[in-house]
DNA sequence: GATGAATGAGGCTTCATTCAT
DNA sequence: GATGAATGAAGCCTCATTCAT
């Protein structure tokens, strides 16, 4: 957690300091990432930087804390969860269309979570990571149990291989999506968006119904 | 690729030198692995290193190679594709086998190469290892095609989505088999290989089938 | 001095600061001493020291001062000086003895002023203190005259060394009782002060006779 | 102790470092010693010192250490302890004497030691510290004994007050002929010496009968 | 070629002091 | 006057790389 001197600033500095450092990273990974050039590109002097965060790792911590909440707060509408018995393929979808929603408003941070949680930063290994990590796990069980109830989901297969098995696809088309960002450098128009749907589509396809030819 | 004067060592040298690259590289990372420590636990003197490689960078990238070098040459008998036109769920079948065995008695070497492949370090932009990347893709591709033609596969999603799809799943479950190794410490005994077999052919049943319930 | 706004302040307020002060600068040092872990504990803002006294300097200057006048307001009782021609033997005696209660009733703030007489704050050079310690020099220095007046010491040395082995034997003496208290931890009974005493009265009469052997 | 790197260089080398050391550490004290400017005083790069000793506290130790160590190598030719059984009088006074001329030849040095002893750097609590403190003053306890023994010490007060009651003094003796040779810049002639070795006596002669008169 | 000491840039962090409210 | 956030200089230490033997 930051001090809660960064609590006391206005959000637009909070913002400003956590887009600085979200870049920061991104741009350089955490051993590399330089916290005096966060700071100046936060506009703001050095040893500010460490009477709101701890230390450097603290200060990534909080930048990943402060990324979620982010786009939790900002791009959650484009997951209408219902209720708690949701189809799991419905799910899968809006989630993957929402990170894609993300990659386009909102590049850098996208990038920045997916990276969190594709593992590309090693130096990660706090309870709260980790519960978040888990809460998502937990999250996929629950609609693949609920899943195999109603039989849109096969029984024959354990959960927890179930459940890799859709994580697997998951963050894969988000890292594609994800490359794909990154190669489209600045804009992403309307028409890819059609391109994008479909994929995420043919993707939940194969994860309902497989490879296996006819 | 090392120096010339890398390749006049021994044969035990060259590999004492590698193995306390991966395992420092595997403890700390890139950035934070030490190049001297590398060398103290090789038994040679920090100077060196840089007589043998260019420099870390290199020397990172260098290790890679021999690290999938080794593995080929030790455990591509596991892998017995007879012809091109091989099936793909045989190969990912026996590819993940492989893997497991690896992970049997290469650990620390396996889990390298997997971190690599992975992306955890973000470092590495080595035209050589993209076009290893690319050459492992290609391969899948390739049998996707092919699979395509003798009607395995089926024909209604494009080739680069079917490969996505693949590559999730496969790098997931071997993502999967490296935590349990990790978790399981010393050893692994042979009653394990069945629940892992057992996995892994779940895995690729859900790959060919779907998750579809019905 | 410290500021007029530090005289302001009601007394108690003072004195939670001073103590503060104190017990800082005891525990750590004059350089490692915290100006803001001395506002803390004594609860206020750390502006607000920097309102009372000019620097860091200034305030250990000011902290020593007060440490002094404080023991000299609470404890001068003890040294019942009759008058300027007062026997040294009798002065030492109750001067340790005013010591030894100071220890035991205020013993950061002795040992803190002890210390700075032992001269353990290298960074310390202001005419006042100078002037203090100058002082207790004169004292005994005329002490020591009257004593050859009136027979009690010896005429045959010069009185800067008789001075200086005063001081050396009494410095040594109170730094022996300071760190029995350290020692004693928080408790210093009154059978305590027995052996106190005894040892302070062993100190005089090895002044005042020497250690040769009949 | 130091890094083996350090024993390793040419005695010059590791003179020029520990006397800037010393320098530093005498002008500025532990804290703001500066390892930096010691480096450049002794004309290595900073990196080195950290390839010497471990650390900044290290250093601090390992100087006090090759300090002593010089001065017993190079004045210990001025204290002719005979045997175990030398008279405590005429030890002090060879003590003292040899201080003297130390304080001429190696004033830095010196006043380094004799600082070291007076506690006036507080950042030190390394077990060999204390043991060579502990070993002077088991020195001192023990010539009193066989003092007592012979008959040139009183025997009716306590080993351990004696021992104060000496080291006090001596202490002092020493602190002022200390301050003597900071003030007289850098010039001490021979002249002096007769006037120290009269105070020196002086104090031996107050230590053996005391200062009262008749 | 092998060695290991030497180098120095670079980065994190502390904290006395100032400043704006 | 009081507050506590803002500042930035300063210093310790690491370690990749170079160099001299």
Redesign the pocket.
């Known amino acids: 957690m930051p ?4 609590n ?2 206005s959000e637009e ?1 909070k913002e400003k300091i956590m887009r600085a450092s979200i870049h920061e990273f991104n741009e350089h990974g955490f ?7 966060i ?1 100046r590109q936060a ?17 990534f911590l909080d930048t990943v804390k402060w990324a979620m909440g982010f786009l939790e707060m900002n791009f959650s509408k484009f997951i209408t969860i219902q209720d708690k018995t949701m189809d799991i393929f419905d799910y899968l979808y809006q989630n993957a269309k929402a990170a894609t929603f993300q990659m386009r408003e909102e590049r850098g941070l996208a990038v920045f979570i997916q990276n969190v949680f594709l593992g590309k930063f090693r130096e990660l290994s706090d309870e709260t990571m980790d519960y978040m990590l888990k809460m998502s796990d937990e999250y996929i069980l629950n609609m693949i149990r609920v899943g195999k109830e109603n039989g849109s989901v096969r029984k024959d297969i354990d959960d927890n291989i179930l459940s890799l098995f859709v994580i697997g696809v998951s963050y894969k088309i988000k890292e594609y999506l994800m490359k794909k960002a990154r190669n489209n450098g600045q804009d992403i128009i309307d028409e890819d968006y059609e391109v994008y749907e479909n994929e995420i589509k043919a993707m939940i396809e194969l994860l309902k119904h497989g490879m296996g030819g006819k």
Chains 1, 2, 3, 4 share one sequence.
């Open positions: 001090k809660d001197t960064f006391h600033l500095k051993e590399k990432g330089n916290v005096g050039e700071a506009g703001i002097a050095k040893g500010s930087m460490y009477q709101y965060f701890e230390n450097k790792s603290e200060l």
